[in-house]
């Protein structure tokens, strides 16, 4: 591959987040033009993680870029189990909160899995609930996971084929390496799906046309285990003192990478421009 400068490589999220949330803007303005609907957003947080706290506030940034009403429920973090569920009900019965999210981590004496389950499967903004992932495993995508969603979308975006490409995927979460792995298959590409457990991962990644690593784990990724000009997402987030490094060895594997999304300002972005696409979507079904 020839070295047009790194700039062509990197996969623009911030520039993407900002042409999906415009066409969200629009959508909005038409459901309120059309039928007098403002979309409603509803975030619950349980705790006060300032990490959580911080994600939060940037969806509800967004929001308030794109026309859609948020609203904040902050409960405390001995809040239980039956306080949180009771809440989740009232939001699923209130006809101005079209899409309801659920902010993770919760408080260890709590059960995600119930509470998200909790949510009206037509309001879950996140695409978590296992009605929406089971439509998603027969291929029906309506509202699946925002970040696997957004990483499609960059792929259009880039006009990078899917169909029969070798996809490696580093992490099998529910959030990102699962769903993303149906999203893969349901387009036809040959999907490997590596975690904690694989053994020589490098022999996988290798393969990869397009990589996408979810592990949560410093620079696991170096230059030797990737193909030249393969496209590459990284998702994964550590925070240092020193800074934000993804789970990439961004600086020495874009010399080899067609393009690559950096951190931060990569998928981040795109996944919060996502979410704000599905609570429209939710609107546009639940008026």
Same mark, same amino acid.
């Given at each position: 591959?020839?070295?047009?400068?790194?700039?062509?490589?990197? !996969? @623009?999220?911030?520039?993407?987040?900002?042409?999906?949330?415009?066409?969200?803007?629009?959508?909005?303005? #038409?459901?309120?033009?059309?039928?007098?609907?403002?979309?409603?957003?509803?975030? +619950?947080?349980?705790?006060?993680?300032? =990490? $959580?706290?911080?994600?939060?506030?940037?969806?509800?940034?967004?929001?308030?870029?794109?026309?859609?009403?948020?609203?904040?429920?902050?409960?405390?973090?001995?809040? $239980?189990?039956?306080?949180?569920? $009771?809440?989740?009900?009232?939001?699923?019965? @209130?006809?101005?909160?079209?899409?309801?999210?659920?902010?993770?981590?919760?408080?260890? %004496?709590?059960?995600?899995?119930?509470?998200?389950?909790?949510? =009206?499967?037509? *309001? @879950?903004?996140?695409?978590?609930?296992?009605?929406?992932?089971?439509?998603?495993?027969?291929?029906?995508?309506?509202?699946?996971?925002?970040?696997?969603?957004?990483?499609?979308?960059?792929?259009?975006?880039?006009?990078?084929?899917?169909?029969?490409?070798?996809?490696?995927? +580093?992490?099998?979460?529910?959030?990102?390496?699962?769903?993303? =792995?149906?999203?893969?298959?349901?387009?036809?590409?040959?999907?490997?799906?590596? %975690?904690?457990?694989?053994?020589?991962?490098?022999?996988?990644?290798?393969?990869? @046309?397009?990589?996408? +690593?979810? #592990?949560? +784990?410093? %620079?696991?990724?170096? =230059?030797?285990?990737? *193909?030249?000009?393969?496209?590459?997402?990284?998702?994964?987030?550590?925070?240092?003192?020193?800074?934000?490094?993804?789970?990439?060895?961004?600086?020495?594997?874009?010399?080899?990478?067609?393009?690559?999304?950096?951190?931060?300002?990569?998928?981040?972005?795109?996944?919060?421009?996502?979410?704000?696409?599905?609570?429209?979507?939710?609107?546009? !079904?639940?008026?």
């Amino acid at each position: 591959m020839s070295d047009e400068g790194y700039e062509s490589r990197i !996969i @623009d999220g911030k520039a993407l987040a900002k042409k999906i949330e415009s066409e969200v803007e629009s959508g909005v303005k #038409a459901l309120v033009s059309g039928r007098g609907v403002t979309p409603g957003l509803a975030t +619950v947080l349980v705790g006060d993680d300032p =990490a $959580s706290k911080m994600y939060v506030r940037l969806k509800h940034k967004a929001c308030e870029r794109v026309g859609i009403r948020a609203e904040d429920h902050f409960l405390p973090a001995e809040t $239980s189990q039956e306080e949180l569920i $009771s809440l989740i009900n009232t939001l699923n019965k @209130d006809k101005n909160v079209h899409g309801i999210l659920l902010q993770l981590p919760l408080p260890k %004496h709590l059960f995600p899995q119930e509470a998200m389950e909790a949510i =009206a499967p037509e *309001k @879950d903004a996140d695409g978590f609930h296992p009605y929406n992932m089971g439509k998603l495993m027969i291929g029906d995508e309506g509202l699946v996971p925002c970040t696997p969603h957004g990483v499609i979308r960059a792929l259009e975006e880039y006009n990078v084929p899917i169909k029969g490409k070798n996809v490696v995927i +580093v992490g099998h979460s529910n959030v990102v390496g699962k769903p993303m =792995a149906a999203m893969f298959l349901n387009r036809n590409a040959t999907v490997s799906v590596c %975690h904690v457990f694989t053994d020589d991962l490098k022999k996988y990644t290798l393969g990869a @046309d397009i990589l996408v +690593v979810a #592990a949560g +784990v410093k %620079h696991l990724i170096k =230059a030797d285990m990737v *193909k030249e000009g393969a496209v590459i997402f990284d998702v994964g987030i550590t925070q240092e003192k020193d800074g934000v490094y993804g789970d990439v060895d961004f600086e020495n594997v874009i010399k080899k990478a067609a393009l690559i999304t950096p951190v931060p300002g990569g998928v981040g972005p795109l996944t919060i421009a996502i979410l704000m696409k599905h609570v429209l979507s939710c609107a546009e !079904i639940n008026f």
